[in-house]
Nanobody
């Protein structure tokens, strides 16, 4: 099992980041994939997900119109383009299947910090 997230960093409010996640085939293939966020002191939440064929997407209300999820099935990679970032977007971002099993393996995530 492999989940490797990358692309996070420190950015000013209004800026953009593009996250990437390479997943092993056992997780990626035939699964809806999601990006999750864990803000400081809060539970991890689903931010966006994309169906296995890439035709259907979901976004939580707070990121609609600012974030775009996509996937490249040939590369077992899912992306999250994040624009117009604000401090409330700060957190550790993870990818995984959606929905995710309670006992699922999680990668290390990638830290996103948005400064005012």
């Amino acid at each position: 099992v492999q989940l490797v997230e990358s692309g996070g960093g420190l950015v000013q409010a209004g800026g953009s980041l593009r996250l990437s996640c390479v997943a092993s085939g056992s997780i990626f293939s035939f699964n809806t994939m999601g990006w999750y966020r864990q803000a400081p002191g809060k539970q991890r939440e689903l931010v966006a997900d994309i169906s296995s064929g890439g035709y259907s997407t979901y976004y939580t209300d707070s990121v609609k119109g600012r974030f775009t999820i996509s996937r490249d099935n040939a590369k077992n990679t899912v992306y999250l383009q994040m624009n117009s970032l604000n401090p409330e977007d700060t957190g550790v971002y993870y990818c995984n299947a959606s929905p995710v099993r309670p006992s699922a393996y999680w990668g290390r995530g990638t830290q996103v910090t948005v400064s005012v």
